[in-house]
């Protein structure tokens, strides 16, 4: 079992563009939970997926976005990148609402310059 | 607003000695807590839990302590070892809010040989 995979594993953009990150949930997990972690700080939630649809979301703008495929796994979309939003992004997957199984990506490092 | 605190950054046990690591927190909606370690370059792993309605979990080597009049978290590792060597994160639930983690901004503990 490969557990839950993210990709890519560093990235570097420059402000204003777009980037897309990507999740695959470990295998019978169906639900995906995104969080930005920050340097130096913890990870902060900024949404949820489950049957393909936005179910909770945190305190960000809509600058970022994502999407669930029917194969469970996500992206995460972040449009008009500012300098803040370099983070590391954590992808985490679960069973439902089994917040005890929930399983967490080793992340993408997005550099913004 | 940091709703979850953990306001040691680091701290340093002796092998075989007890470590302790702390958190506070302000939200009184909180109905679940967890903590997470983390090592450098992989995502956060689950360790232990406790509902609000318990004031004491244990899993072998870890306990969780909850003080809910002092909004206080602790986790206790005993006997430390080496490998123990990593960030801790808490974690807190919103009730109703399934998924949604509140984390804290980590305590690196070094466990010395």
């Known amino acids: 079992d490969a557990g839950v995979t993210q990709s890519p594993t560093h990235l570097i953009k420059t402000r204003g563009q777009q980037v897309t990150l990507r999740c695959s949930p470990k295998s019978g997990h169906d639900t995906v939970s995104w969080y930005q972690q920050a340097l130096g700080q913890g990870p902060q939630f900024i949404f949820q997926y489950y049957e393909e649809e936005e179910r909770q979301r945190g305190n960000f703008p809509d600058r970022f976005s994502g999407h669930q495929f029917p194969n469970y796994s996500s992206e995460l979309n972040v449009n008009a990148l500012l300098l803040g939003d370099s983070a590391l992004y954590l992808c985490?997957?679960?069973?439902?609402?089994?917040?005890?199984?929930?399983?967490f990506g080793p992340g993408t490092r997005l550099t913004v310059l | 607003d940091q709703q979850v605190k953990q306001n040691s950054p680091s701290l340093s046990v002796q092998e075989g000695r007890i470590s302790i690591l702390n958190c506070d927190y302000t939200?009184?909606?909180?109905?679940?807590f967890l903590w997470y370690k983390k090592y450098p370059a992989e995502g956060p792993t689950f360790l232990i839990s406790?509902?609000?309605?318990?004031d004491k979990n244990e899993d072998g080597r870890f306990t969780v302590f909850l003080n809910k009049s002092a909004k206080h978290l602790s986790l206790h590792i005993v006997p430390s070892q080496p490998g123990d060597s990593a960030v801790y994160f808490c974690a807190a639930r919103i009730r109703g809010a399934t998924n949604k983690l509140i984390f804290g901004t980590g305590t690196l503990l070094a466990v010395q040989p």
């Open positions: 939200n009184s909606m909180f109905d679940y």
């Open positions: 985490a997957s679960s069973l439902g609402t089994g917040i005890d199984t929930q399983y």
């Open positions: 406790i509902s609000s309605i318990k």
